[in-house]
């Protein structure tokens, strides 16, 4: 599973793919994929929390 995050409002969420709109508010957003994909990122939940 991926970790998408909303560039609008922030909301986060796991999926392979992100959904078209947010599920929070019900507007289309375009999604960032967060996942941690290098070393020293990882806290442990897989997601990057610099982005």
């Not at 986060?12 to 959904?19: G, I």
């Not at 709109?21 to 941690?36: A, N, T, V």
Request: glycine residues 10%.
């Amino acid at each position: 599973m991926v970790s998408w995050k909303c560039s609008n409002c922030g909301y986060t969420l796991e999926a392979d793919v992100p959904p078209e709109q947010c599920p929070s508010y019900g507007e289309k957003c375009e999604f960032i994929d967060i996942s941690c994909y290098i070393p020293g990122c990882d806290t442990g939940t897989g997601v990057d929390n610099r982005l």
